[in-house]
């Protein structure tokens, strides 16, 4: 087979070499392959590397295993594929996938393929874009040499992703590459070539045969991506948004009405988690904007006097991202931050207009709590107008409400916000036990910090909760003397 390139001389770890020497010893022919091929052709380093042979996986795997002192080896038997880790000098731990090359051939109606031994050909066809289809022998005769069948190498250059076959053919063996398609474009900033976007679009159906699990895992890459518009723009126009979230394409398009529209939401999300892509890479405060508006389709209401309205779409938003964690099937333990965020998006808006009094920035420290920080990015990045002094005013505002809560957290000594005392310390300051009365008294005492009626400190907080213990009983009584 011709070698199109052949890679510097040492541009690979050592000990894929031994894996070649050890190959050789067997008469293997082992290959490189997949995207570790593709990131070393772009400078790019990565600890997943999968080696394909000609021949069965399991007994060359276990070779390495013995002499390269590998661990957790797992194997897949039905896909002919060993997975197990290697430790790299320097390096690290690598995960290493053997597999044996293959063929795979698909019903129409399955996400599961009939597997059969292949050829070196077969296996690099069915990979799902060009990028990804280039081999690197590590035998070796034709040690570093590239294998390039489908130039993806002159695409890599170009930044085009195309798919080795046809893409009806390509997407229909496997129609989650169509999700990889829009992730990929979103990481490595490529574009996708006009064949595969209409077979994207005419295929955006079948997406539906896919697991919910595996849908899931790359559209959370796709939001872990720098410029997460790319690839969730891609989903949009070719219909597979649609598909998999049809919540967050309710929010697309402009409606007039006396001349009057709203701003298209679904765009305006898409600039959101944008933004705040360049200031965080925690997934939750990304996924807290894509949702932050989701309830306003639900929520629109137009009105001669106001125009048009969301009322309310903050409070109805959390409750809606519930039932979107629970569809594409996302962890629920970052749920209730992402609700948080949601409910309380706007809550600094008010604060920058105006007059600031202390009490309103301790409640908005109280009820963001350590994420506040993040609440503030989600806020700025919200503001996506074109008008720039329109930006600039507003920008300036946040600033003021920062420097207030910078004041106020000082003085109060209410960096994280937590209240002076907490519930055992209420219950053994009266004798109580857990219930009811505490969690009132609690409540009380919190309020009574906030708007600055007792200062943050322990002893005026069990003052207070003392004193108030005393007028509930004296007010219960009262009302028993009465009776």
């Given at each position: 087979m011709s070698c199109k390139?052949?890679?510097?001389?040492?541009?690979?770890?050592?000990?894929?070499?031994?894996?070649?020497d050890i190959a050789d010893r067997s008469d293997t022919p082992c290959y490189l392959v997949g995207g570790y091929v593709r990131d070393v052709l772009m400078r790019k380093t990565s600890q997943d590397i999968d080696i394909m042979i000609i021949g069965e996986p399991v007994p060359f795997a276990k070779t390495i295993k013995q002499e390269?002192?590998?661990?957790?080896?797992?194997?897949?038997?039905?896909?002919?594929t060993v997975r197990l880790?290697?430790?790299?000098?320097?390096?690290?731990t690598i995960l290493l996938e053997i597999v044996g090359a293959r063929k795979e051939s698909y019903n129409a109606d399955s996400r599961k393929p009939i597997t059969e031994i292949g050829s070196l050909e077969d296996d690099l066809s069915r990979r799902d874009f060009s990028i990804n289809a280039m081999a690197v022998p590590l035998n070796q005769e034709n040690r570093n040499c590239l294998i390039d069948l489908f130039d993806g190498y002159g695409d890599l250059r170009k930044k085009i992703l195309k798919t080795p076959l046809e893409p009806e053919k390509t997407f229909s063996d496997d129609p989650?590459?169509?999700m990889r398609a829009a992730r990929f474009s979103s990481q490595l900033d490529f574009q996708l070539d006009r064949k595969t976007m209409t077979a994207m679009s005419s295929m955006a159906e079948r997406i539906r045969i896919v697991s919910k699990e595996r849908v899931s895992v790359e559209f959370l890459k796709i939001i872990a991506s720098p410029k997460p518009s790319v690839g969730l723009m891609i989903l949009y126009k070719t219909g597979i948004l649609h598909e998999i979230f049809p919540e967050l394409t309710a929010m697309a398009g402009v409606e007039q009405v006396d001349g009057l529209g709203h701003k298209d939401t679904l765009l305006h999300t898409f600039q959101v988690v944008d933004k705040l892509s360049e200031n965080s890479d925690n997934p939750w405060l990304r996924i807290a904007a894509l949702l932050h508006d989701i309830a306003k389709p639900l929520t629109k209401r137009f009105s001669k006097s106001s125009g048009w309205t969301f009322h309310g779409h903050e409070v109805v938003g959390t409750k809606l991202a519930r039932k979107i964690f629970n569809s594409m099937r996302w962890p629920l333990e970052p749920l209730p931050y992402v609700q948080k965020m949601i409910r309380l998006h706007h809550r600094p808006i008010p604060l920058s207009k105006g007059e600031i009094t202390d009490s309103a920035v301790r409640r908005l420290m109280y009820e963001a709590g350590e994420d506040l920080d993040d609440l503030m990015k989600l806020c700025r990045a919200d503001v996506t107008?074109?008008?720039?002094?329109?930006?600039?005013?507003?920008?300036?505002?946040?600033?003021?409400?920062?420097?207030?809560?910078?004041?106020v957290a000082e003085k109060d000594l209410l960096a994280k916000w937590r209240p002076p005392i907490d519930g055992c310390d209420i219950m053994k300051a009266l004798g109580l036990s857990e219930g009811r009365i505490v969690g009132i008294i609690k409540k009380k005492m919190e309020a009574a910090v906030i708007e600055g009626e007792i200062p943050y400190n322990r002893e005026a907080a069990l003052d207070y909760i003392k004193k108030t213990y005393r007028e509930m009983q004296n007010s219960q009584q009262a009302a028993i003397s009465k009776k």
């Open positions: 390139e052949k890679l510097p001389y040492n541009s690979l770890p050592d000990i894929l070499y031994r894996i070649g390269l002192k590998g661990r957790n080896f797992v194997v897949f038997e039905r896909f002919r880790e290697l430790e790299i000098h320097d390096s690290g989650l590459r169509m107008s074109k008008n720039p002094g329109k930006v600039k005013r507003i920008m300036n505002n946040f600033n003021i409400v920062e420097r207030k809560i910078t004041e």
